[in-house]
């Protein structure tokens, strides 16, 4: 079982660059979620899905796009990236029920923009 | 969610018991207490959650006050590799996302 997947790992990209963070489930979980994390703080929301089709913005969604095609897969994208991008993001994945579960996270992809 | 307030670092001796404080004192009657914690950097893992009443499991206990206002999270013989930054969550039950709001967590290192 592998869970949550994020690919890449590591990337650095050019300012104005575009590109795609992939993440993928496999538990069949209704809700799925993208996270960046600064150095020394938190996780903050950028976008989140709770459905194949559904998506709504979080916290700090500007500079990013999501689609939510099928239940499995959920790609960030960045449309043209900036220096502030900078950051690690986790992708979320929870099932959609009616006691109180928890959310399996993504090991991370960890984005440089120079 | 109700925001939650938690020490910025503390230091736990290897073996011994670990007790997090954590502060929520505008938690609503429907709003779980939930830990989280993020090893070295990796992706978040889900430790405990509670409403009411105390809650144990594998990992750790949770100890919410009778009045709901703060809650503990004890890891009884924390060992190197609970090392890692702990997140005290606020969440309501039910509702029809999944969404968590981190805060800075306490830093927890455990020596040997």
């Known amino acids: 079982n592998a869970g949550v997947t994020q690919t890449p790992k590591f990337q650095v990209l050019k300012t104005g660059q575009s590109m795609t963070l992939q993440c993928a489930q496999d538990m069949n979980h209704e809700y799925m979620s993208w996270y960046r994390q600064d150095p020394g703080m938190g996780l903050r929301l950028i976008h989140y899905s709770v459905g194949a089709g559904i998506t709504d913005q979080g916290e700090v969604p500007n500079g990013y796009n999501v689609s939510r095609s099928t239940t499995e897969d959920f790609p960030l994208r960045l449309l043209s990236a900036a220096p502030s991008q900078t950051s690690v993001y986790f992708c979320a994945s929870s099932p959609r029920t009616e006691e109180n579960t928890e959310a399996f996270f993504g090991q991370g992809t960890r984005l440089t923009v120079v | 969610d109700a925001k939650t307030t938690q020490p910025t670092s503390m230091d736990c001796a290897e073996g011994r018991a670990a007790n997090l404080p954590c502060n929520h004192s505008t938690i609503s009657g429907n709003e779980y207490v939930y830990w989280y914690r993020q090893i070295h950097s990796q992706g978040p893992q889900y430790i405990i959650h509670?409403?009411?009443n105390n809650e144990t499991n594998e990992m750790a206990s949770l100890i919410i006050t009778e009045d709901r206002k703060s809650s503990t999270l004890i890891l009884p013989h924390a060992t190197l590799r609970d090392t890692a930054v702990y997140y005290c969550?606020?969440?309501?039950?039910?509702?029809?996302?999944?969404?968590?709001?981190f805060g800075a967590g306490t830093t927890v290192t455990v020596r040997a």
């Open positions: 969550i606020v969440r309501l039950s039910r509702s029809n996302d999944y969404k968590l709001s």
């Open positions: 509670g409403l009411k």
